[in-house]
């Protein structure tokens, strides 16, 4: 079995150890058996969606998700294809962002992709913290740090998970993120996946799933990880 | 209001060193105290100075730069006011003059050399207008506290503005930096490494500003010496490394580092690259200020800050080196430090996020801890407050490390059972309590081994 692992303009979208995700997915698929392959697309590239089984969308500064916005409307739907057709996606903070119908700035509006129902509005101060949120589907607490400017509304779409820590999708509803189809959007970076290695699996079954029709993932010794998670989550959520 | 001033000096004398008697550093609540007891006493005192006042910034280098430049200073006799210990955000700068101060209240001072944090030089710069800038680098450090690196950009722009007479000695070979000093519209005076240098390797390192903040095209490099530093042009704008007034060429990094400038020799007992920068970025501050080359040279060769950057401690026969390691730039050029030494060694990596930390580190990731995978490398030791994260980092790297958090316990650990030349890499806070252990263990071993440099 192999998955390809898809990295959005790794160049401008890189910002907050995003490249610990990509390693986590690639390094939790090889301790099996699996094949992984990680494709770095450039904002000149065309982006093959049709190959990939999971895409990266990082964040990065305001200025260059600007940038990458411009670009991102050739893409939209070959994109918006992908998350229909139940691709997974993992996209943080500045691209859990660009998912959305808009981000509107202090100096505009910043047009998004409109593949999940959710906009975003910027605030102040920055929202800066240690997170730890609870989602049932999840066996266990999912912990990272947060740093964002923008305040995200989600609807009623599912939130990614309920915040125990932390401030979330807006500081006001107690929502993190979003899940949607097979797409985690999060501002949770840390980075995300390697201390919570039940994101990471998740991410892998739905991909695994979609091209072979298994969820089936042989289990690894995750106990530094998960001294690693529980090390925050009891530490910032007594 | 003379009173004030001379309440001030003393209050802040007291607290430094009531704090050192209890062990602590005490610089930055001596200097909130002074500020809060008399508000103009950073303008009072540094308009004392006779001479120039030079301030140092820019991600990585400060505490180095500063000191070399300070150290090259007082070797042609000047007198200068410091803030040695890298204290950088206001208070450690109104404190670094008031502890300075007579207690009469008067600054005898040739000199003032000031390393300042980047988001605290609009705040410094209302009390004093330098007369000249170092600006050594810029990368991605402690996003949580100052969001994005362009936020830090942002507020150098304003500073430079608040001081428009205020010469700008830029290190020509960082876009970034380049950037911002030229369109600044203060003068500029340049440093930088002409030529590529061998095999510095190329690494897969995050680099910051690949697009040109002048037009937003991709840059062109033609070779980079690390992250993002090296020869760059913007093929739409034109924007590019400009000829450099003081250029390190010929450099040796056999044993120390040495290089040539002006048709100077010049020779340091400090391992990486990144020295090279901030040696020549002092060489050209303290040129503008009348220093000799000779004078200079001279210096180096005495240099030894004791603050935790490359310095040596000789513990119970083990040769141990201590250095800062605060952010990914920094960490790839000190993991090249200890790889230059070819020897076999043991590491010790202390993580740390307290407030001064940053809170978020996340940073790790970006760091290529694969190239510890070395046969040189006989042990990985995690130590400190986030040591679960530095081993998790190491884990997916398929690098094993072992996990101490107590720092004490770690450095014994690999004192008893060692190769005999052990790095300790640290990041900020860890530095002081790393640094305080280390001192201690080598004064209690007695036999103290005069430190070789």
């Known amino acids: 079995m192999k998955l390809i692992i898809g990295h959005l303009y790794p160049d401008l979208l890189n910002l907050y150890g995003d490249r610990g995700n990509i390693q986590c997915m690639k390094k939790r698929c090889e301790w099996r058996g699996i094949e992984a392959e990680v494709r770095e697309f450039q904002l000149t590239d065309q982006v093959s969606f049709s190959d990939l089984d999971i895409v990266l969308l990082g964040g990065g500064s305001d200025r260059e998700q600007m940038i990458v916005c411009q670009k991102l409307k050739e893409i939209q739907k070959d994109f918006r294809d992908y998350v229909e057709d139940y691709g997974s996606v993992l996209a943080v903070c500045g691209g859990y962002q660009l998912l959305g119908h808009y981000y509107d700035t202090d100096d505009g509006r910043m047009e998004g992709l409109s593949l999940v129902d959710l906009y975003t509005q910027q605030g102040s101060p920055r929202l800066i913290s240690n997170v730890v949120i609870e989602n049932e589907s999840f066996d266990g607490p999912i912990v990272g740090f947060e740093n964002h400017g923008g305040r995200t509304y989600i609807g009623e779409n599912r939130p990614f998970g309920r915040v125990i820590c932390g401030y979330g999708n807006n500081g006001e509803d107690g929502n993190e993120g979003v899940l949607y189809r097979n797409v985690v959007g999060t501002y949770l970076h840390g980075p995300l996946l390697p201390k919570n290695p039940h994101v990471c699996d998740y991410l892998l079954a739905n991909a695994l799933d979609r091209k072979y029709g298994t969820r089936k993932l042989e289990p690894l010794d995750d106990r530094q990880e998960w001294e690693a998670n529980r090390y925050v989550a009891e530490r910032f959520a007594r | ?453």
């Open chain 2, 1 to 453: 209001m003379r009173v004030r001033r001379l309440l001030s000096v003393w209050t802040a004398k007291l607290i430094s060193t009531a704090c050192r008697m209890a062990g602590k550093q005490g610089v930055t609540l001596a200097g909130k105290v002074a500020l809060r007891i008399d508000p103009a006493i950073l303008r009072d005192l540094s308009a004392q100075v006779r001479k120039e006042i030079f301030v140092v910034c820019g991600t990585n280098g400060k505490t180095t730069t500063n000191n070399l430049l300070c150290a090259a200073l007082e070797a042609e006799g000047g007198k200068v006011v410091c803030n040695h210990t890298g204290s950088n955000m206001l208070p450690g700068v109104a404190a670094a003059f008031a502890l300075a101060a007579r207690l009469n209240g008067r600054i005898d001072a040739d000199y003032a050399c000031i390393e300042i944090d980047e988001a605290s030089t609009v705040r410094v710069f209302p009390h004093f207008k330098p007369d000249y800038m170092v600006l050594t680098n810029l990368f991605r450090d402690q996003l949580d506290r100052y969001g994005e690196i362009d936020i830090t950009m942002e507020l150098l722009d304003r500073a430079m503005k608040m001081a428009p007479e205020m010469k700008v000695i830029v290190n020509a070979d960082d876009a970034l930096s380049w950037y911002l000093a030229s369109e600044s519209g203060n003068p500029c005076v340049t440093y930088g490494v002409p030529e590529k240098t061998a095999d510095t390797p190329s690494l897969n390192e995050i680099r910051e500003g690949r697009f040109c903040k002048r037009c937003g095209e991709r840059l062109d490099y033609e070779f980079y010496h690390y992250s993002q530093i090296g020869k760059y042009r913007c093929p739409n704008c034109g924007f590019s490394r400009p000829e450099a007034d003081f250029k390190a060429s010929g450099i040796d990094m056999g044993n120390g580092i040495s290089f040539t400038v002006e048709g100077h020799r010049l020779r340091v007992g400090y391992r990486g690259f990144y020295n090279v920068y901030n040696v020549l970025a002092a060489y050209s501050a303290a040129r503008l200020a009348g220093v000799r080359p000779r004078s200079f040279d001279r210096m180096l060769a005495d240099f030894n800050p004791q603050n935790g950057r490359m310095e040596k401690f000789v513990i119970e026969g083990t040769e141990i080196v201590l250095n800062l390691a605060k952010n990914p730039a920094g960490f790839n050029q000190n993991i090249s430090a200890v790889l230059e030494d070819g020897r076999e060694k043991d590491i010790i990596i202390v993580i740390n996020d307290n407030a001064q930390d940053g809170l978020d580190i996340s940073w790790l990731w970006d760091v290529d801890f694969d190239r510890l995978r070395e046969e040189s490398v006989r042990s990985i030791t995690v130590s400190g407050i986030r040591c679960q994260d530095m081993r998790l980092r190491m884990k997916y790297v398929d690098i094993p490390s072992e996990l101490i958090q107590d720092v004490e316990t770690a450095i014994k650990a690999r004192l008893k059972d060692g190769c005999g030349n052990l790095y300790v890499l640290v990041n900020y806070t860890a530095l002081y309590s790393t640094r305080g252990i280390l001192a201690r263990l080598e004064k209690a071993d007695g036999k103290g081994l005069k430190k070789s440099r």
